[in-house]
């Protein structure tokens, strides 16, 4: 009954292990991988002034280390949708060619002054900060260098007694635990900002469901009040009428009013014109329907049906469905004149009243739009009568007289009725139906 609303909120929550994947394949496709390089061939430069005698080793360890670092970057650029898992692995991989590279340099260079473990340190601070592993995967990337090295340092002091080997593992093993703690306290806010970017995009799609509904219910209501009166559509929005959508079987009095004449009128009006008296028509019969509380149910090109007890029951529904054609043909009395100018010649109608049960509700499928309306015996019932009604007359049945009577006994005592020849009703050919004439 109206158009959807879009709404271009998140539906699924957002996952540490997604944000962590894409900051570590940022890391390695931005400018760290670049970077990592040019400052591990910077310090090569110290290699040649320092230790000439095993420079071809370290420069031989360095460009190992380098094409891993490419190895790594041109991976990740070839497969971007590797997984959380299988990127630490790659990446862990990747970690543990440098960690091993530098792990031989201290082992080539056999200097406990050496500052060279200085690029362990580095390379810890690089896994800690540049890439989010997750913390089993960065203990594992860190034990790489922080192992290695202290076994290395434990066998040269049990050798050499030379305590200044103790100098890598003390720097090595306390960055390596600022690390660790730093990383913790990382992860912990991360989770938590997560955990809120969750709930905001939770409460946004509550709000964007809430406005959805309260938007299509908006779209209904409108709609709704092209067949029920003001009083119906309060109602139903304060909750003491409620449409669910079943289909109920109710007692209902079926109106039926229509224009007489009005297939060969088409051949003498334009098609302006006759929109422009349809139009009218329409237009004065819903106000009074629904002045009455009457539902209009459909539009029938030169006619109109509604009916009365739904969606809310009434006590005097019968006496309702007289009113709306006493004051319909009050209101073409006054308006004759017009009606006429615009029909060019005389403007006749006819109504048809019936009684009894009908099932009502929403009637419509998915691709359909739905609406409320009522199907049984007396909708055709009061369709047929209409038929046989006199010009500008109402014409009703015998068991509408009978409830107007326990309704509204003054009106149904005052009310002046003729009974109309016996004829038979198409689609009802196996009944006598009594129609009486409302003079």
């Known amino acids: 009954m109206g158009n959807k609303i879009n709404l271009d909120i ?54 190992i280390t380098v094409s891993s670092f490419f190895a790594l970057f041109f991976c990740i650029r070839k497969y971007p949708d590797l997984s959380f898992l299988k990127l630490q692995r790659i990446s862990l991989l990747t970690c543990f060619v440098p960690s091993s590279s530098l792990c031989a340099m201290f082992f080539l260079i056999r200097d406990p002054s050496s500052v060279y473990w200085a690029g362990l340190m580095m390379y810890v601070a690089t896994v800690g900060i540049g890439v989010s592993f997750s913390m089993k995967y960065f203990l594992y990337a860190i034990s790489c260098a922080v192992i290695p090295l202290n076994l290395y340092c434990g066998f ?20 390596s635990l600022i690390i ?32 959805e509904s309260k938007t299509q219910e908006a779209l209904r209501l409108r709609s709704l009040s092209r067949q029920f009166s003001p009083q119906i559509i309060t109602a139903i929005e304060e909750g003491s009428i409620h449409l669910d959508g079943n289909i109920q079987l109710v007692n209902i009095c079926t109106f039926f009013i229509d224009l007489k004449d009005s297939t060969r009128k088409v051949n003498v009006l334009t098609p302006l014109e006759m929109q422009e008296v349809i139009s009218l028509f329409m237009e004065d019969v819903t106000t009074v329907m629904l002045r ?19 969606p809310r029951a009434q006590s005097d529904y019968c006496f309702r469905a007289l009113a709306v054609g006493r004051d319909l043909a009050e209101l073409f009395e006054e308006k004759n004149a017009l009606y006429e100018s615009l029909w060019k010649g005389k403007f006749e109608y006819r109504i048809g009243i019936a009684t009894g049960p009908a099932s009502v509700g929403f009637y419509g499928g998915k691709l359909a739009v739905k609406s409320f309306t009522a199907i049984g015996r007396v909708v055709n019932l009061a369709s047929r009568v209409n038929g046989v009604a006199g010009i500008n007359k109402m014409a009703v049945t015998a068991d509408f007289l009978e409830l107007l009577k326990n309704q509204n006994e003054l009106t149904a005592k005052n009310l002046k009725v003729s009974l109309l020849p016996k004829q038979t009703l198409k689609g009802f050919e196996d009944q006598i139906v009594d129609v009486y004439q409302i003079d």
């Open 292 to 310: 009455h509380d009457m539902t209009i149910d459909k539009f029938l090109g030169d006619g109109v049906m509604g009916f009365t007890n739904s």
């Open 180 to 211: 660790y703690m730093g990383r913790a306290q990382l992860n912990l806010l991360e989770t938590k900002e997560i955990d809120l970017r969750n709930r905001l995009a939770t409460e946004l799609l509550n709000r964007a469901e809430i406005i």
């Open 10 to 63: 998140p539906s699924g929550h957002l996952k540490l292990e997604d944000e962590k994947k894409d900051k570590i394949r940022n890391f390695i496709l931005g400018y760290g991988i670049v970077l990592a390089s040019a400052l591990y061939f910077a310090f090569g430069v110290l290699d040649f002034f320092l230790y000439p005698a095993i420079f071809k080793h370290l420069v031989l360890l360095r460009l």
């Open 156 to 175: 040269m002091i049990y050798e050499t007694s030379d305590l200044r080997y103790l100098l890598g593992p003390i720097f090595l093993n306390g960055l």
